[in-house]
Structures are given as C-alpha cells and as structure tokens.
C-alpha cells in the first residue's frame, strides 16, 4: 500500500549532510519525495511510498549519518499525492 508521510526531524540535523544523507537513504528505498531545511534549525522531509519502506525509512531518520544527532521526530500522514516514482529531491530552505 502506498502512502504518503511528512516528517519534521529535530536536533543537530543541519550542517551534517543530514538532508542530502536522508535523500540518498530514501532514493535507495526507491521511495519519490522531498528534503528541506528550516530557518528554525529542523530538517523537514515527505515521502511516497510504500508504507513499509517508509517505516525503514523512519528507523534511519531517528539516528541519520554519523555527525547528527536525532533529538526528535514527528511523522505524520498525509493525503497522497501524484508523485514521479523514485524521485526524491532536495528543496530549498522554508
């Protein structure tokens, strides 16, 4: 089944290649989507999907790559979309 989840991940997720890492682990889920960073010092994500590999995607977005540190994380689904099929990308800062 197919879904789509918005995700607003707090911590030290900026300035350690947070965003781009989230979008290379969603990529080799195969899952369509987009990363951003927030003024507010979050990293703010949407993914499409299916709902298990969203889940594994989840469970990497808690820890991320190496320097991050995951203090929290609010997931929350949403209506989908009509998405391109495995195309995740990076947006501009909100």
């Known amino acids: 089944m197919k879904v789509q989840t918005h995700f ?22 195969g899952l369509s989507g ?3 960073n927030r ?3 979050d990293v703010e994500l949407v993914a499409y999907g299916d ?12 820890h991320g790559p190496r320097m991050a540190m995951v203090t929290g994380l609010v997931r ?9 099929e495995g195309a995740f990308r990076i947006r501009g800062t909100l």
């Open 8 to 29: 607003i991940i707090t911590g030290r997720v900026q300035g350690v290649f947070y965003r781009a890492s989230a979008v290379d682990e969603a990529t080799r889920l």
């Open 34 to 36: 987009w990363a951003r």
């Open 39 to 41: 003024r507010s010092g």
């Open 51 to 62: 709902a298990a590999l969203i889940d594994q995607l989840e469970s990497w977005l808690w």
């Open 76 to 84: 929350q689904e949403q209506v989908p979309e009509e998405w391109e």
